[in-house]
T-cell receptor
Framework: SAVISQKPSRDICQRGTSLTIQCQVDSQVTMMFWYRQQPGQSLTLIATANQGSEATYESGFVIDKFPISRPNLTFSTLTVSNMSPEDSSIYLC???????????FGPGTRLTVT | AQTVTQSQPEMSVQEAETVTLSCTYDTSESDYYLFWYKQPPSRQMILVIRQEAYKQQNATENRFSVNFQKAAKSFSLKISDSQLGDAAMYFCAYRSASYSGAGSYQLTFGKGTKLSVIP
């Protein structure tokens, strides 16, 4: 199974600032995903990040607010821009193992916006 | 669009007993995957079990097994011999098996069931 790490594990940020979350995988993967989990809620897909192409965003999420980078097959970043308290959530990175067809998640980044 | 419904927001089970978590889904597709994920307080999403829709045999992983009823679109999780470490949020999830673009690998999650294990 893929081992995924995220940095930072948690952060408290002020309204109007931006935070970049890093996701590192221990093996090369084609597709990486970013999910948001609002307090007490389920997971919602923000975008799919493929290496070498623009990220594909789900309805309700835009690139200006959540820019994503995918410079290589083991790394991605998600930036939460111009933050507001409504952005307080856990952000999770995820990858698919195409051999096993299973999807793995990172430990998440808990973001609190004050 | 696919939807996943978990009708039990919270459940509890006595240690060493058996508990079943319910999940229903709605889809027009014939080929797909179903998953149960566990999320303990540490936040780490852990894959518990996976079921391919084309397989009639119910998946099992040690103390965890599913009852997959394709016609009824039901996918329940049974935890046998419950342990204190089983306490967590459990999410049922759906994913299409057909690829038609980047969004095809999206997991659709239910709202989760919080499982408590009583010593």
């Amino acid at each position: 199974s893929a081992v995924i790490s995220q940095k930072p594990s948690r952060d408290i940020c002020q309204r109007g600032t931006s935070l970049t979350i890093q996701c590192q995988v221990d093996s090369q993967v084609t597709m990486m995903f970013w999910y948001r989990q609002q307090p007490g809620q389920s997971l919602t897909l923000i975008a799919t990040a493929n290496q070498g192409s623009e990220a594909t965003y789900e309805s309700g999420f835009v690139i200006d607010k959540f820019p994503i980078s995918r410079p290589n097959l083991t790394f991605s970043t998600l930036t939460v821009s111009n933050m507001s308290p409504e952005d307080s959530s856990i952000y999770l990175c995820s990858v698919i193992d195409h051999v096993l067809r299973e999807q793995y998640f990172g430990p998440g980044t808990r973001l609190t916006v004050t | 669009a696919q939807t996943v419904t978990q009708s039990q927001p919270e459940m509890s089970v006595q240690e060493a007993e058996t508990v079943t978590l319910s999940c229903t889904y709605d889809t027009s597709e014939s080929d797909y995957y179903l998953f149960w994920y566990k999320q303990p307080p540490s936040r780490q999403m852990i894959l518990v079990i996976r079921q391919e829709a084309y397989k009639q045999q119910n998946a099992t992983e040690n103390r965890f097994s599913v009852n997959f009823q394709k016609a009824a679109k039901s996918f329940s999780l049974k935890i046998s011999d419950s342990q204190l470490g089983d306490a967590a949020m459990y999410f049922c999830a759906y994913r299409s098996a057909s690829y038609s673009g980047a969004g095809s690998y999206q997991l659709t999650f239910g709202k989760g069931t919080k499982l408590s294990v009583i010593p």
